[in-house]
């Protein structure tokens, strides 16, 4: 069975400033992660991925992310954020086997002027 | 390269009425996944498609349906409607099946159910 934790429901920066989105995971196999954002009304549209290459990812719009297996978890990152980061993410892992995504609970993100 | 399209966008049915969504994916892309969400459950896994067989299905009881044509399109259908089935529905295409490959998403379906 595999499983996503995000440990904020909702975040709040300011602009200019890091964001850190946090996420742990939980996955039987050697899991693939993704990154997804959704913006209001819109689909969604992937940041990065991580399936076992570098632990270190970059993604779009100058997102990262960090694989840490010892810690189980994936960390979404971006040093300086804009006020059209303003979204919800949402941390994704599958499995080598169960080729479902199996999603987080989401976290809203704001962005102050 | 256009990307996955959903049909219709919005759609408001009563109880007991039945729905049948549309999904196309990317052109090459043979496999197709259905999500449900909504704001108590997040988004939820409902099966998958591929070859025009289901490969994997998640835990939502028989009224919820499937199929995949030759060309890869997919429609899902929701039988005896009930309140709670109100959600957006997204579908996804990915090239082949397996956990590293990167799944696009749709717009999705907003159904409403009265």
């Known amino acids: 069975a595999q499983s996503v934790t995000q440990l904020d429901s909702h975040v709040s920066v300011s602009e200019g400033t890091p964001v850190l989105l946090r996420c742990n995971y939980s996955s039987s196999y050697s899991p693939s992660l993704f990154w997804y954002v959704q913006h209001p009304n819109k689909g969604l549209q992937l940041l990065l991925k991580y399936t076992s290459a570098a632990t270190l990812v970059k993604g779009i719009n100058g997102f990262e992310a960090e694989f840490k297996k010892s810690e189980t978890s994936f960390h979404l990152t971006k040093p300086s954020a804009h006020m059209s980061d303003a979204a919800e993410y949402f941390c994704?892992?599958?499995?080598?086997?169960?080729?479902?995504?199996?999603f987080g609970a989401g976290t809203t993100v704001t962005v102050r002027a | 390269k256009a990307g996955v399209t959903q049909t219709p966008r919005y759609l408001i049915k009563t109880r007991g009425q039945q729905v049948t969504l549309s999904c196309s994916p990317i052109?090459?892309?043979?496999?197709v996944s259905w999500y449900q969400q909504t704001p108590g459950q997040g988004l939820q896994f409902l099966f998958e498609y591929f070859s025009e067989t289901q490969r994997n299905k998640g835990n939502f009881p028989g009224r919820f349906s499937g199929r995949q044509f030759s060309n890869s399109r997919s429609e899902m259908n929701v039988s005896t409607l009930e309140l709670g089935d109100s959600a957006l529905y997204l579908c996804?295409?990915?090239?082949?099946?397996?956990?590293?490959?990167?799944?696009?998403f749709g717009p999705g379906t907003r159904l409403t159910v009265l």
């Open positions: 996804a295409s990915s090239i082949e099946r397996g956990g590293g490959n990167e799944q696009f």
């Open positions: 052109s090459g892309h043979r496999s």
């Open positions: 994704v892992v599958s499995d080598r086997y169960d080729y479902k995504l199996s």
